[in-house]
């Protein structure tokens, strides 16, 4: 394909990572630099001849350093048509050579205001003009122009200088980052303004990933993430196994959120997006066999959580079951060579989620946005509304039998014994129904266990399914029109009734 040397580039960057030996790079291959303010400082420090910006233009930096390239001699440099004859003449009027490179990165507003503290001035003040009206002419004027936004094209754009110039790919490539990067830099802005839940909202999305299919083998998919945002999952590494699939990280997101809203040495087992085994225990070995147990059958092809460490012995214990993918915070000493026994294994190494974003669902035309739910899982800040104030153990038990049902989908209810879920009831259409789907699989460990309900009782016919099987004691919303109901089923038979005050629904 067609190369354009490049003759002339302008400079100006907020980062200056790799900066210096990039332009060293241009400046051997005979590339007159252009350049204005802290840019030409660095550059002229390190012996790059430079052109200043106002040799050009004629004109000095106004207003603090506000306007320096807003001027027809550098945007006519941008954007003339080499092949138009009156661009041509134009740029001849003006006494302007073209440009073919423009390489901009831009104020740093997302780290700016991503710092405790900062004003809203502070933060107008990190909104890039010149940058940004740069960017997108070069990006407009590509089939003439390269356009770079970011250190980590330095050394390829360098590579092709030195070989003659870039070519129409390559710079297509770049237009396309380059609208992209001054997109994200907007809808940045745009969130800051706005505020969450604001009237407008612009969410720039990068791929990470294409992936095999979807949900489904005749779905086609791949994975995004938001382009100013942090998250967990750009922080997670994946150690060994097979690439994750749609249904492999929607499954993770759910176990690693839940995990983390346990304490201690907790275990959680994930499956189709709702947890199929939990516990709490002296050392994550213990808690992973106690999550397991609650119901191995639906734990076979799952995803595994674990809140500390993984050792070697749940390293072990791992490798003899099948398991489409583990997540832990880090991997002691040894327990690498354990699981690459099992090689298509995924396993992950991954920080603390986030708990800040916002929680999106996609709808015919739109979007639903709410703030992420946020479990308090606190039994002091519950009421006791019947039966006898229970032993410690027993709230411990309740506090965690609340943040299980908590990412467990609607209806819900969770029956727990010794900080082990011993049977979970999801996606009942009836609130019985989730009991009774919760009790089946609990057995007779249910009795002497605690239960927790994601949402009131409208009657007490589901108090009653957990008291005939020997649950002692409740935890709920409240806020039914048949609480008083509730709550004398609760006095007559014997059991502890907390009224959380929140919700918990997860559809």
């Not at 933060?123 to 890039?128: F, G, P, S, T, V």
């Not at 050392?283 to 995803?303: I, K, M, Y």
């Not at 019985?432 to 309900?453: F, K, T």
Request: hydrophobic share 45%.
């Amino acid at each position: 394909m067609t190369r354009i040397p490049v003759r002339r580039a302008i400079i100006s960057v907020a980062d200056k990572t790799g900066l210096l030996p990039f332009a060293r790079r241009l400046s051997s291959a005979g590339v007159e630099i252009v350049s204005s303010g802290g840019t030409a400082d660095a550059l002229e420090a390190d012996g790059v001849a430079v052109t200043r910006i106002s040799e050009v233009t004629g004109f000095r930096d106004v207003l603090g350093g506000r306007v320096k390239t807003l001027h027809p001699s550098v945007h006519g440099a941008i954007l003339a048509d080499p092949t138009n004859p009156g661009h041509v003449a134009d740029l001849e009027g003006l006494g302007v050579d073209p440009v073919q490179l423009v390489v901009v990165n831009l104020y740093p507003f997302v780290e700016t205001i991503s710092r405790p503290g900062v004003t809203l001035a502070q933060a107008i003040e990190q909104i890039d003009i010149g940058g940004p009206t740069m960017i997108r002419a070069a990006a407009k004027n590509h089939a003439a122009v390269g356009v770079v936004v970011g250190p980590d094209q330095y050394a390829g754009v360098a590579d092709a200088v030195e070989q003659g110039g870039l070519d129409a790919e390559h710079r297509r490539t770049l237009a396309r980052e380059a609208f992209f990067h001054t997109a994200a830099y907007d809808a940045a802005i745009v969130g800051y303004l706005e505020g969450d839940l604001g009237e407008r909202m612009v969410v720039a999305l990068e791929r990470d990933d294409l992936l095999r299919y979807g949900e489904n083998p005749h779905q086609a998919a791949a994975s995004y993430r938001v382009a100013s945002g942090g998250g967990w999952w750009t922080r997670a590494r994946q150690i060994q196994g097979k690439a994750m699939s749609y249904n492999n990280l929607a499954d993770a997101e759910a176990a690693w959120r839940l995990a983390n809203d346990l304490s201690g040495a907790a275990a959680v087992v994930v499956k189709h997006m709702n947890p199929c085994g939990a516990a709490e225990a002296d050392g994550t070995f213990n808690a992973f066999s106690a999550a397991w147990d609650c119901d191995p059958l639906s734990a076979f092809g799952g995803v595994i959580a674990l809140r500390e460490e993984l050792d070697e012995a749940t390293a072990r214990a791992l490798a003899d079951r099948f398991v489409e993918v583990v997540i832990a915070p880090s991997l002691a000493p040894g327990t690498a060579e354990i699981l690459a026994l099992r090689p298509a294994l995924r396993v992950l190494e991954a920080p603390v989620p986030d708990g800040g974003d916002l929680d999106m669902r996609r709808v015919d035309g739109g979007m639903l946005v709410q703030e992420r739910d946020v479990v308090d899982s606190d039994p002091a800040t519950w009421e006791l509304v019947a039966g006898p104030q229970p032993a410690p153990g027993v709230l411990d038990d309740l506090r965690f039998a609340w943040a299980v049902t908590a990412h467990t989908r609607s209806n819900a209810i969770v029956v727990s014994h010794g900080l082990q879920a011993v049977g979970v009831g999801a996606g009942d259409q009836s609130r019985v129904g989730a009991a009774e789907r919760a009790l089946a699989r609990a057995g007779d460990r249910a009795s002497g266990g605690v239960a927790a309900s994601d949402a009131f009782f409208p009657f007490r016919d589901g108090l009653d399914v957990l008291a005939d099987a020997g649950i002692t004691a409740i935890v709920e919303p409240g806020g039914s029109r048949k609480d008083d109901e509730v709550i004398d089923a609760a006095e007559e038979r014997e059991i502890s009734l907390f009224f959380a005050g929140r919700r918990h629904f997860r559809h």
